[in-house]
């Protein structure tokens, strides 16, 4: 199974050493967008042997995402891309719970679920993701119990056949509506996020609002 782990990063020197660390000991090839860093985030990722895109100025998470699929599909062989988080809140041990769920089940998406232990996530940010997670899950006529969680493995063919045009956070949510309409088949697996002091980069409102539009157009267009 050739991997791909892509994570996106804005400002995350202080983690994203340890996370490519330990990924490159597990033996994975790393790809790191640095989205318009200030800080040394970009130059620890290469030092520790990841590779690097950076962009000039922040352009969003989904907009390293599309950048990310951009370079795998056109320069490379990979099977699967893997995305995580570059501010340490997900668990590198955890890239084995979705891999052996991918080679036992064959599924198009696996989606980490963070749903079945809620007692550290913050209130607002558990609210917002049971709301969309339950208005995804409709629109894409799968049970998908944490949809807002970046943590997720994806078969290359998923990121083949989609389009996408979002270019901040609804980017995550507009894969799965796009993959399902496709007819691609998402599961999820259990997994530990570690919440510190950091600051979320999701404004609940603002963000909310734009995930709602991109839902109703995503919804009545055809791509």
Known sequence: MKVCIVIPAYEESQTIGSIVKALKVKGFDVLVIDD?????????????????????????????????????????????????????????DDVDKFLKKAEAECEDIIIGNRMHATK????????????????????????????????????????????????KYDTESEILVKASRRGYKIASVAIETIYGNEES??????????????IIKVYFSRS
Do not use: W
């Open 36 to 92: 318009g860093s200030s800080d040394d985030t970009g130059l620890i990722a290469v030092h520790q042997g990841a590779f690097l895109i950076k962009h000039k100025k922040n352009m969003g998470k989904g907009a390293s995402l599309k950048q990310a699929f951009k370079h795998i599909c056109e320069n490379t062989s990979y099977e699967y891309v893997m995305i995580m988080d570059g501010d340490g809140q997900h668990k590198v």
């Open 120 to 167: 550290n996530m913050p209130k607002v940010r558990l609210y917002t993701n049971r709301i969309m997670s339950s208005l995804l899950s409709f629109i894409c006529k799968q049970y998908i119990p944490d949809t807002q969680c970046g943590f997720r493995l994806m078969k290359r063919a998923v990121i083949e056949n989609i389009s996408l045009h979002s270019s």
């Open 201 to 214: 980069d999701i404004h609940p409102i603002k963000d909310t609002l734009r995930f709602l539009r991109m």
